[in-house]
């Protein structure tokens, strides 16, 4: 299994990005797709997650009405759109993969396979 997350850079107040994760190598037909971030000195958080099947959502709190998951199945990607940004959103952003059972979750620890990150920085 393989997961790469892009789309990271540096980003004013109040701009947009969108995060891609391609994936590949999966032997379940179904599972579940987050992002999660982790900002110096801080713990890594779960942001949102999306079930590859019928497409359900999870969103933290932090990021709901700004941030928005979803995927193309045909191009095996999910992506991030991620408007509104404010500094506090500056962290390191992970996509991982949870195959263990059905649905999503925002856990860190729920999750079975890890991509490497991608920087997300926003200036004030």
């Known amino acids: 299994v393989q997961l790469q997350a892009s789309g990271g850079g540096l980003v004013q107040d109040g701009g947009s990005l969108r995060l891609s994760c391609a994936f590949s190598?999966?032997?379940?037909?179904?599972?579940?797709i987050g992002w999660f971030r982790q900002a110096p000195g801080k713990e890594r958080e779960g942001v949102s997650c999306i079930t590859t099947d019928v497409g359900s959502t999870h969103y933290d709190d932090s990021v709901k009405g700004r941030f928005t998951i979803s995927k193309d199945n045909a191009e095996n990607t999910v992506y991030l759109q991620m408007n509104s940004l404010k500094p506090e959103d500056t962290a390191v952003y992970f996509c991982?993969?949870?195959?263990?059972?059905?649905?999503?979750?925002?856990?860190?620890?729920?999750?079975?396979?890890w991509g490497k990150g991608t920087q997300v920085t926003v200036s004030s």
């Open positions: 190598g999966f032997t379940q037909r179904y599972y579940g």
């Open positions: 991982a993969a949870r195959v263990r059972a059905s649905g999503c979750t925002l856990s860190r620890y729920g999750m079975d396979y």
